[in-house]
């Protein structure tokens, strides 16, 4: 067979694997390292694997122009505008820690 992916079980050997099969082992895998790591299981869906990946690869410090090659992303704004899911919690919390920085220090008689 010229596919990457064939089954091994006796019903279906040798035939390819869909592409709805493998993304079920793949948001499976996903669910089961959240699981072991005891942490609350967000929703996953194969394509969502694209934005936890590259925002992963994001905070380990590989650079943005990596990431885009590796997702053959044309552009820094695609990943930006729509995988990014951490980059915008991130800048989300670095706002609000500001603002209530800034009304605690207002709001304080010591400072």
């Known amino acids: 067979s010229t596919q990457l992916f064939i089954a ?3 019903q279906m ?3 390819p694997v869909s592409s709805q099969r493998i993304s079920s082992w ?3 895998c996903i669910r089961t390292c959240y699981d072991l790591a005891g942490v609350p299981t967000m929703h996953t869906t194969a394509h969502s694997t694209r934005a936890q ?3 992963s690869a994001f ?3 590989i650079p943005i122009q990596d990431i885009c090659r590796a997702a053959t992303w044309s552009s820094v704004h695609t990943f930006a505008s729509h995988y990014a899911i951490v980059q ?3 800048d989300d ?3 609000g820690s500001a603002v209530l920085n800034s009304a605690v220090s207002q709001s304080d008689p010591a400072s």
């Open 93 to 95: 919390d670095a706002f």
């Open 88 to 90: 915008h919690s991130r």
């Open 59 to 61: 905070l380990a410090h």
């Open 26 to 28: 793949i948001t499976s």
């Open 8 to 10: 091994v079980a006796d």
């Open 13 to 15: 050997k040798g035939l």
């Open 53 to 55: 990946a590259s925002s």
